[in-house]
């Protein structure tokens, strides 16, 4: 069997890793453009604030780990074109220029995402960069010495991370948004606030609801963000504002969603026989509406390129979706979602309810306990949970996870209130916060009747 991978970061080193394992007689050629593989992206902010000193560690595989596994790894190759129907592909080495064909019998698309970039005037001044692979955190970390002022476009989480990294750094940094409120995508309000404030504290400028128009240079250099409400000085902008799936050389060849994602089964095939696809390039199962989307995690990428190799041969285990569960640490709040916030739910048209609760993680009487706030999304016709966002001075993080379970199981915000989890004054309260939010969710019992006299 011989097997064609294009493309080597999360989604990639899992499909080629276990394919290797679970068919040793298989040849496996791995085709990558750029002088690395497997980075951790999700690590650039630790990298760029200091956190992470040795950038090696951001890095959990390479050519000749793969090479012990059998695998022939063709670094610098940029594969140019996939002729699905004949079961072929061409490539160019990048440092010699030659091409070259290939045959496959199973073709395994890990191509991930790119940066989306505006077309805006100014793009091409010096000091306008991306964040997303191994150079461009080299490059932000070497640009971002020489200046004070720094300005990141886009207030999601790699924007509000880095943003945070930088003003830890002794820059002044300013964070620009077109929407009214920073990490819009993974939270509610009552979450986003607070944070907000936090970063205004730190001395971080917001300039929310405004929308990039241009940028404005001297000498080639960048020196002003231009917004449809006014102007910003700064010597380094980091755009950050979202990424589309790298999926041209499947275009026309393969079903995807309008914004080039590739449309996989729960056995991780495209619409063509022998072409599967995982990780950034792909959409996912979100398990709260039903409906394919496009949800770019590293969570995501490595479980689908396991299941790639897992179902090459034969269907053998599917795909169980996703929540799209995430978590973030700003300062000293740690931070974490699953599933549809309110305003995601009405997006959907979906008719949602939720239930919010602030508490102490443990019994007062412990030497120290800190506030937990937990809100409960779920739909009010069914009570079906849909999602769920965390946030505390303590790191109560993974209980988004168990929130994770339930919505995978199709379970009632009720039945959250009597899940069974475990007391000890140590760790939480005889009600556990989870289940306190499904207690202050459960609807009103009906008035007992009278009884009825003979």
């Known amino acids: 069997m011989k097997v064609a991978v294009i493309g080597c970061t999360h989604a990639g080193t899992a499909a080629i890793v276990n394919t290797a394992q679970l068919y040793p007689d298989a040849e496996i050629t791995v085709y990558e453009r750029n002088d690395n593989i497997s980075f951790l992206s999700c690590g650039i902010a630790l990298y760029v604030g200091g956190v992470v000193k040795d950038p090696q560690g951001l890095f959990y595989s390479s050519p000749e780990k793969l090479a012990e596994l059998g695998v022939t790894t063709k670094m610098r190759h940029e594969v140019t074109s996939i002729d699905t129907a004949n079961k072929t592909l061409k490539a160019r080495d990048l440092n010699t220029g030659r091409e070259l064909t290939d045959t496959y019998d199973k073709l395994i698309m890990t191509t991930g995402s790119w940066p989306i970039i505006p077309k805006l005037e100014g793009m091409d001044l010096d000091g306008i960069l991306l964040s997303k692979n191994y150079s461009h955190s080299n490059t932000i970390i070497e640009k971002a010495q020489q200046v004070k002022h720094i300005t990141v476009v886009g207030a999601g989480y790699i924007g509000v991370e880095l943003v945070e990294a930088f003003q830890m750094n002794g820059k002044q940094v300013t964070l620009i948004d077109a929407e009214d409120r920073i990490l ?30 241009s940028f404005a240079g001297e000498n080639g250099k960048v020196t002003k963000v231009i917004t449809d409400k006014g102007e910003h000085e700064t010597e380094l902008v980091i755009l950050c504002i979202g990424f589309r799936p790298n999926t041209e050389l499947l275009k026309g060849q393969v079903d995807m969603l309008p914004n080039g994602a590739i449309i996989v089964n729960d056995y991780m095939q495209s619409s063509v026989p022998d072409v599967f696809a995982a990780g950034d390039s792909c959409a996912i199962h979100y398990n709260p509406t039903g409906k394919n989307a496009y949800i770019p995690l590293a969570t995501n990428a490595v479980r689908m390129g396991t299941l790639v190799a897992r179902n090459l041969v034969a269907n053998t285990i599917p795909y169980m979706g996703t929540q799209g569960t995430s978590g973030i640490k700003i300062y000293e709040d740690n931070i974490a979602g699953t599933g549809m916030t309110v305003e995601g739910a009405k997006a959907e048209g979906i008719d949602a309810e939720s239930v919010m609760i602030t508490d102490n993680y443990r019994p007062e009487f412990m030497p120290t306990y800190e506030e ?48 069974d989890f475990f007391f000890q ?30």
């Open 184 to 213: 819009s995508k993974y939270l509610d309000a009552e979450f986003t606030a607070p944070i907000q404030h936090s970063l205004e504290d730190h001395g971080i400028k917001l300039a929310l609801g405004q929308k990039v128009s």
């Open 372 to 419: 937990v706030q937990l809100k409960v999304v779920y739909e009010r016709e069914t009570r079906r949970i849909l999602g769920a966002q965390i946030m505390s001075k303590m790191d109560l993080t993974q209980s988004i996870n168990t929130i994770s379970v339930c919505i995978q199981n199709k379970m009632t915000v009720d039945q959250l209130a009597f899940i």
């Open 425 to 454: 004054p140590h760790y939480n309260k005889p009600w556990n916060f989870l289940n306190t939010a499904g207690l202050a969710a459960l609807p009103k019992p009906a008035a007992a009747k009278e009884p009825v006299n003979a």
